[in-house]
């Protein structure tokens, strides 16, 4: 069983800053990728930053220069960074998990998503 934990969001003025923290636990082999993903009212979900095994990172054109993510291998843990933040970035963000399991011989992926931790930026 895999858990993604998020923390971090809150509310904060416009030009401020947070950090979103996702901690997976579990039985996890290895991990392929991280990302966090952004979904607004009436809005489609969004890909906001990922992180990938080697170290590699995109990002939304949107959040570029604003937001950094990073990691913490040890402890299976990904941070997103958000400076400058704006009342566009509310929104509730979640984190999302590639990992690979080991199990009765045999390595498979799956996709997990966190519950979500609201960001909201007031003007």
């Known amino acids: 069983q895999v858990q993604l934990v998020e923390s971090g969001g809150g509310l904060v003025q416009a030009g401020g800053s947070l950090r979103l923290s996702c901690a997976a636990s579990?039985?996890?082999?290895?991990?392929?990728?991280m990302g966090w993903y952004r979904q607004a009212p009436g809005k489609q979900r969004e890909l906001v930053a990922a992180i990938r095994s080697g170290g590699s990172t995109n990002y939304a054109d949107s959040v570029k220069g604003r937001f950094t993510m990073s990691r913490d291998n040890a402890k299976n843990t990904v941070f997103l960074e958000m400076n400058s933040l704006k009342p566009e970035d509310t929104a509730v963000y979640y984190c999302?998990?590639?990992?690979?399991?080991?199990?009765?011989?045999?390595?498979?992926?799956?996709?997990?998503w966190g519950q979500g931790t609201q960001v909201t930026v007031s003007s």
């Open positions: 999302n998990a590639d990992l690979t399991h080991y199990s009765g011989g045999y390595y498979y992926t799956k996709y997990y």
């Open positions: 579990g039985s996890i082999f290895s991990i392929n990728a």
